[in-house]
């Protein structure tokens, strides 16, 4: 199983905000940075929020991110048709010195 | 313009091997760390290994340690993953990722460019 947990699915209406969850533990979110990356079908991962939330360069600003204790989440607002794909957050975990992934949400716009 | 332009994939049968690279263009490769990620068919993605912007630091998944060494020639500017023993389960697009060097060191390091993967089939 992954090291972080996250929900498998989401789901919401267009201009809707959604939120996805990411759990871990002390071992990597909670004594290290968060990351989150959109995988849109068919394509490569793709940056999306760095060091717990900041935005790469040409990232919309209705995509955030927040980090309390050992969870993360990710928030998307004013959603649209292309933002749905698969999300999955990161974190560096101290524990297994590498990197530990979620799962992965697929996020559905209905 | 940064590309990440992986190549070596294909089929390869259950115990043979494979050396997967990995070019990179439009950045400073020594700068920047490398890993493999990879993703089962139907999948999550899965940290597989990562290098240092020197090579003298080499990080691997308790899932590929024993099996896998990762290496870089920074005059070539390219990334390579040699896999020995491979297995079923090991079958997966294999993604190469860059990680600039910021001072936080690697708890902080994130993937800032992937390349288009290269699928490694392991089957008889």
């Known amino acids: 199983q992954s090291v972080l947990t996250q929900p498998p699915s989401a789901s919401g209406t267009p201009g809707q905000r959604v939120t996805i969850s990411c759990s871990g533990s002390s071992s990597n979110i909670g004594s290290n940075t968060v990351n989150w990356y959109q995988q849109l079908p068919g394509t490569a991962p793709k940056l999306l929020i760095y060091s717990n939330n900041q935005r790469p360069s040409g990232v919309p600003d209705r995509f955030s991110g927040s980090k309390s204790g050992t969870s993360a989440s990710l928030a998307i607002s004013g959603l649209q048709s292309e933002d749905e794909a698969d999300y999955y957050c990161?974190?560096?975990?101290?524990?297994?010195?590498?990197w530990g992934f979620g799962g992965g949400t697929k996020l559905t716009v209905l | 313009e940064v590309q990440l332009l992986e190549s070596g994939g294909g089929l390869v049968q259950p115990g043979g091997s494979l050396r997967l690279s990995c070019a990179a263009s439009g950045f400073t490769f020594s700068s920047y760390a490398m890993s493999w990620v990879r993703q089962a068919p139907g999948k999550g993605l899965e940290w597989v290994s990562a290098i240092s912007g020197s090579g003298g630091s080499t990080y691997y998944a308790d899932s590929v340690k024993g099996r896998f060494t990762i290496s870089r020639d920074n005059s070539k500017n390219t990334l390579y993953l040699q896999m020995n023993s491979l297995r079923a389960e090991d079958t997966a697009v294999y993604y190469c990722a860059s990680s600039p060097l910021i001072p936080g060191g690697w708890h902080e390091y994130y993937f800032d460019y992937w390349g288009q993967g290269t699928l490694v089939t392991v089957s008889s």
């Open positions: 990161a974190a560096w975990d101290d524990s297994l010195n590498g």
